[in-house]
């Protein structure tokens, strides 16, 4: 089967630096995904890695380490609207849709 | 309007009753699906339609029963519901094709509960 392991919660002060971790387990494998989403909100996408190494995009940067089945999303100068629910996803087996994780929590305090 | 609009933002309903959510995409995607979201089971597949014909059925109960009359508008037909179904229920949508990456629209979610 498959199943995607993050933390519960991340506490973190403004202009702090944070790392949300992702491991998965998943037969065959087609890239890791993270979306973001605020209280009461919709999930949002914030990035994709296919390969291995880092994205950056702005303030977000996303790691991936195929090898490993583990990823993870970065965030820097950590400002108090970054505080929401982050989730990583795989696709499912039959490749038609995204599996999330259980999402972690990220709370930024002033 | 852009984007994933969902409608109705907030259901309540007794375990008698029928209802349906409905889902719409402005954004040309082929694809649409339907995500569950409770406390205890964050954003749980429930189902798939591609091009309008439903790819997957993740064992969901069968008192939701979707529909996909065309490739811009998803309905979730509700009946005979528990209290456990209580949840937001999201609409999503994403332009499925060989690049890799899937990445989905979501809409707000209709706030579902069931008394």
């Known amino acids: 089967g498959q199943s995607l392991e993050q933390p519960s919660e991340v506490t973190a002060v403004e202009g702090a630096i944070v790392q949300i971790n992702c491991t998965y387990q998943?037969?065959?494998?087609?890239?890791l995904s993270w979306y973001q989403q605020h209280d009461g909100g919709a999930p949002t996408f914030l990035s994709y890695n296919a390969l291995d190494g880092l994205e950056e995009t702005g303030r977000f940067s996303s790691f991936l380490s195929r090898s490993d089945s583990y990823g993870y999303l970065l965030l820097q100068e950590l400002q108090m609207k970054d505080s929401a629910s982050y989730f990583c996803?795989?696709?499912?087996?039959?490749?038609?849709?995204?599996?999330f994780g259980k999402g972690t929590t990220l709370s930024v305090s002033s | 309007e852009t984007g994933v609009t969902q409608t109705p933002r907030h259901l309540v309903m007794g375990m008698t009753n029928k209802k349906s959510l409905k889902c719409e995409q402005h954004l040309g995607h082929n694809a649409m699906y339907w995500y569950k979201q409770s406390a205890k089971k964050p954003l749980e597949l429930m189902f798939v339609?591609?091009?309008?014909?439903?790819?997957e059925n993740n064992s969901v109960p069968s008192r939701f029963s979707p529909e996909c009359p065309n490739s811009s508008h998803l309905f979730l037909h509700l009946h005979t519901l528990q209290p456990e179904d209580s949840a937001l229920y999201l609409c999503a949508s994403s332009q499925r094709d060989n690049s890799g990456a899937n990445v989905l629209t979501f809409g707000a979610g209709s706030r579902l509960t069931v008394l």
């Open positions: 998943t037969s065959g494998f087609y890239g």
């Open positions: 996803a795989v696709p499912n087996q039959a490749g038609t849709a995204l599996i």
């Open positions: 339609y591609n091009f309008k014909e439903q790819t």
